[in-house]
C-alpha cells in the first residue's frame, strides 16, 4: 500500500483544516521544499500536494510551488486543487507530477475526464470528497444532491484507475477513517484504486485501511501532530 504524505497550500504555506473550513487554516510546517525533502528523508515515494487557493479560485494559484517539489526529483508528486481545463491538467503533467487529480470537474465536466483519462491514462485520478454521503466541489464549498457511490462509478466507467476518497466530515480530526464508506467506494468501483483521505490519526488506522485492500492512504495531520511516525507507517506498509 502506498503511504502519501500531505501538503496542503494556502499562500504557499504548508496548512491543515478541519473538516475543510477555510477559517481553520493552520501554519503546519516549514518551507514546502523542506517539508517534502523530510517526507523523501522518510522514506516516502509519494507526495500528496492541494492547492486550496486553487481549489477555491477554480484555476492554479500554488503551481510554482508544487511543480518545484516536482523538478526536485526526490518524490512523485500527485496533485489536485483548481483543475478544471485540459490546459491545467497539461500544466502540471508537462511540469513533471506524476499524477493530476481531478475534482469538480469529474462531477460538473465528465466529457473532460473521459478526454484526460484518453490522453494521459493512469496519471489521471479522481477526487470524490462527501459530506453526509453527497459529493462537494469547489474547495467543498459547494454542495451536491449526487451520492459518492454514483459518482464513483461513473467515474469507473470512464476508464479512471484511481480514486481517492475523502469523508470531509473526517478530514483534519484525527478521529480516524471512514471504513463504511471507504469500502463502499471500492465495492462501486471495481478494478480502480481507491486511496483513503481523512482523520486517520494512527497505525492502527493505516492497517485497517490496508485490510480493505486499499491502493494507499494519505497522511495529513497525523503527521504534523506526531500522532504517526511516517518512517515507521513506510516500514511496515
Known sequence: MIILPAIDLIDGQCVRLTRGAYDTAEQVAAEPLQTADSFAAAGARWIHMVDLDGAKAGAPVNQDVILAVARAGKLQVEVGGGIRTAQDAALYMDGGAARVILGSVALTEPALVR?????????????????????????????????????????????????????????????????????????????????ASGGIRNLADVQACQALELDGVILGKSIYKGTIDLKEVIALC
Open 115 to 195: 478526454e484526460l483519462v484518453a490522453q494521459y491514462g493512469e496519471r489521471i485520478a479522481v477526487g470524490i470528497d462527501a459530506r453526509d454521503g453527497f459529493v462537494r466541489t469547489a474547495g467543498w464549498l459547494a454542495e451536491s444532491r449526487v451520492h459518492f457511490t454514483d459518482l464513483a462509478r461513473e467515474m469507473a466507467a470512464a476508464g479512471v484507475k484511481t480514486i481517492i476518497y475523502t469523508d470531509i466530515g473526517r478530514d483534519g480530526t484525527l478521529s480516524g477513517p471512514n471504513l463504511e464508506e471507504l469500502a463502499a467506494v471500492r465495492d462501486a468501483a471495481p478494478g480502480v484504486g481507491i486511496i
